[in-house]
């Protein structure tokens, strides 16, 4: 296709992009779509309520977890640095039709996502000024982060750097309440209680700690967002594996210092598991309602990051299949197109913006959690399925980050979604059917429209060139031709 050079007889993406972020500022976008003080506030709780002071226990092996799957990710980003992100790891190691099924699994759950993130900014907002509340805020944040992201790249990274200085400064606030005012034994971190019906604690078994260590893996979810700007980071080969285990430790760290502050600084555990929101129970108990104000104040703020750095990896990813083919030409080149002064796929992110506006405001939130409830799980479980196979057949021979430890981190990931996917459908089958349909119907397109065009669509070039170093060689040196798995 004409956006598409040939180098070294390799057909190569060409650079439309602005490569431009530094790895810091990589960084800074992939941790505002972590968001961290969200997780702390909204999925944190729920831990909490489930397993109390264990919480800490289980989200230091989601940790662990989660480096697996970061290996993974690095893995795969640094021999594929394309903004198409996941899809382009299954559509180079596992075949074409995943690859397709994939991008339109992240599609419908991205925008899912994005609305119902918006839609909770109401509740923080709501503390602040209570007027602000309902549908009509979730829009109207969609909207705000439309128009922002159509800026260039490094101004949103900067944009979204100060916004996630706020919500950290946020987390700070619970961690020094806590460790100011230890009342609780270290070994609370490794006690597993909840309330009982009697309103008294309990102790809970390690089977709820091993349910709640999958929840906290979720908590961390985010850092693979760096590979969506790999177009628009300098030396993205070599720096890209970096960024998304550096957006793991972080993610870490910010998310277990404040909850084992408050673990550790609650005048009362029972209280803290029966509060309907435990965190504002800890900051009304330790401070003040000026600071609870405040503090719901900037996690609204957090919010509202996460949506905005959402939005920049959405417009990418439908920028990123509008390139390689996936539509009609009617419907395709306008896609496809990048603003020639600001470097940014304008139309691609336009309707984004435009469709989960929609969905914010007229699909049942209840719905949109059917529709995202098993997105992730799927997700992770084809990545790490495209880390293992990429590593056996040499696919990703030339990543410059190579997995340590061999298979062992997909393998283990594997094995983890098998088993949360065993215990989310014994509980609830309705969100693992609704993702596994979605995910289908990306087959089914692939083989209506796509597969019959195959030689002039979907040929999934090699990663467009970077600048060279120092020394004057490139940086991602690997030229070899796809080996790509046709179907």
């Not at 002071?53 to 640095?81: K, N, T």
């Not at 299954?90 to 119902?116: E, K, S, Y």
């Not at 549908?135 to 790249?153: E, R, Y």
């Amino acid at each position: 296709m004409d956006e598409e050079l040939k180098a070294g007889g390799a057909p190569k993406y060409a650079q439309q992009l602005s490569r431009s972020l530094t790895f810091k500022e990589n960084v800074l976008i992939t941790l505002s779509a972590v968001t961290p003080a969200s997780s702390v506030f909204i999925i944190v709780p729920s831990v909490v309520q489930g397993v109390g002071g264990a919480s800490a226990i289980a989200f230091a092996v989601a940790a662990l977890a989660g480096v697996f799957m970061a290996f993974c990710y690095a893995e795969l980003s640094s021999r594929y640095p394309v903004t198409g992100g996941e899809y382009a790891f299954a559509a180079r190691t596992l075949g074409r039709p995943t690859g397709f099924a994939m991008f339109v699994l992240a599609l419908v759950g991205g925008i899912g996502i994005l609305a119902v993130v918006a839609l909770g900014t109401g509740d923080y907002l709501g503390v602040v000024w209570g007027s602000l509340h309902g549908k009509g805020v979730g829009v109207a944040v969609v909207l705000i982060a439309t128009v922002v992201a159509l800026f260039n790249i490094r101004t949103n990274a900067w944009v979204t750097g100060v916004f996630l200085f706020l919500e950290l400064a946020a987390l700070v606030v619970l961690a020094v309440l806590g460790f100011l005012h230890v009342d609780q034994p270290v070994s609370t971190l490794w006690t597993a209680q909840t309330l009982g019906n009697s309103g008294v604690l309990e102790g809970a078994s390690w089977g709820l700690v091993a349910a709640a260590t999958t929840t906290a893996m979720f908590a961390y979810n985010g850092y693979g967002t760096a590979v969506y700007f790999s177009e628009e980071t300098r030396e993205a080969g070599a720096t890209i594996g970096r960024a998304i285990l550096w957006s793991l430790g972080v993610t870490v760290a910010v998310e277990m210092i404040p909850l084992i502050a408050v673990l550790l600084g609650t005048p009362s555990m029972g209280a803290l598991i029966g509060a309907d929101s435990p965190m504002n129970y800890f900051l009304l108990a330790r401070g003040n309602s000026t600071l609870n104000t405040v503090v719901s104040l900037g996690i609204a703020l957090a919010v509202i990051n996460a949506v905005i750095a959402m939005m920049l990896q959405m417009g990418r990813l439908l920028y990123s299949s509008a390139r390689d083919g996936s539509w009609p030409d009617a419907i395709g080149r306008p896609l496809a197109a990048v603003h020639p002064r600001l470097k940014t796929p304008i139309p691609a992110t336009l309707v984004i913006g435009v469709v989960s506006a929609l969905a914010a405001w007229l699909v049942p939130f209840s719905t949109l959690l059917l529709a995202t409830g098993a997105n992730l799980l799927v997700l992770y479980a084809v990545v790490a399925l495209s880390a293992l196979v990429g590593r056996l057949t040499g696919r990703t021979a030339g990543a410059s980050y190579r997995m340590p430890l061999g298979l062992t981190g997909p393998i283990v990931i594997l094995a983890v979604m098998a088993y949360v996917a065993w215990e989310a459908t014994t509980t609830d089958w309705a969100p693992m059917v609704v993702t596994l349909a979605v995910f289908a119907s990306g087959y089914v397109y692939y083989y209506a429209y796509l597969h019959a065009r195959r030689d002039e669509r979907w040929t999934l070039p090699e990663p467009a060139d970077e600048e060279a170093d120092a020394t004057g060689r490139p940086v991602h040196p690997d030229n070899s031709p796809n080996n790509v798995p046709t179907v």
